[in-house]
């Protein structure tokens, strides 16, 4: 097991806090079902409580350290080469219907590339964590991606479902194309744990459009660190900002990336 360092001890309390916080309120969101009314607005305090809990953790750790977070946006500190990237409920509208697949995602982003990250799973009490050139791992065991080659076999996550006509036409033509030759296609509605989920070889491969940095930022170290390869379908730079991606092993990325690129010229 690598060894675990301050920052990543950092993370690991903060995502815990949050989680716990997260755990209580679960437990609240499921009896919410049966209302009329429905659990959005308990959710949404949630959500914010949550991330309360992280920036107050990480500010009291690191406090001249930047923010960009989901709810509350950019918090400039007065160190700006590091930057903490945040989603403090990733999966929710998981959350809201009581469905238990969710998680906290923190990354630490130093000169524009991220260093640190965890995503935690506090319903499974998983905690998937990445720091750069040291491997990830969940709890003690190291993370590898699968060598699974065939897409007949393999299981592609994907997500993105847009109520805007154009976007939802993309997305049709993207996934009955990959669906058509990887009939395991799964749509799972947590990017943070798609992205984790392929480092450790549950999936094969994940494409998505749609999702932001804090969805994304700390889940990307994990697979990479897992030997997982991660990058923007339309060939934008950094795929933590470019609001698209395909990852998987060597293999299967390329695959399913090649069939998203024939698409799109279709």
Not at 161 to 173: G, I, N, S, W
Request: proline share 3%; net charge neutral.
């Amino acid at each position: 097991m690598a060894h675990t360092s301050a920052i990543m001890n950092i993370m690991i309390k903060a995502a815990e806090k949050a989680g716990r916080s997260l755990i209580r309120d679960f437990g609240e969101v499921e009896q919410l079902q049966v209302s009329r009314k429905g659990p959005g607005d308990f959710v949404t305090a949630a959500d914010k409580r949550a991330e309360e809990i992280i920036f107050e953790e990480l500010k009291a750790a690191r406090p001249s350290y930047s923010f960009l977070m989901e709810e509350s946006g950019s918090v400039e500190g007065t160190d700006s080469d590091n930057k903490w990237i945040i989603d403090p409920l990733d999966g929710t509208h998981n959350f809201m219907h009581g469905i238990p697949h969710w998680c906290v995602s923190i990354a630490l982003e130093t000169k524009g590339r991220v260093e640190a990250a965890v995503v935690y799973d506090p319903v499974k009490d998983e905690m998937f964590r990445a720091e750069r050139s040291n491997g990830s791992y969940v709890g003690r065991k190291r993370l590898r991606v699968s060598d699974r080659r065939d897409l007949e076999i393999a299981t592609i996550a994907y997500g993105g479902a847009q109520l805007d006509p154009v976007k939802q036409a993309v997305y049709m033509r993207e996934l009955n194309a990959v669906s058509s030759k990887a009939p395991m296609a799964r749509r799972f509605g947590a990017a943070a744990l798609d992205l984790c989920y392929v480092g450790a070889g549950r999936f094969d491969g994940y494409w998505e459009r749609g999702v932001h940095s804090w969805d994304v930022a700390a889940g990307i170290l994990i697979l990479k660190e897992a030997g997982g390869f991660v990058t923007s379908i339309d060939n934008q730079d950094n795929p933590v900002y470019s609001r698209n991606l395909v990852s998987g092993n060597n293999s299967i990325h390329d695959t399913v990336k090649k069939i998203l690129r024939e698409t799109a010229k279709s």
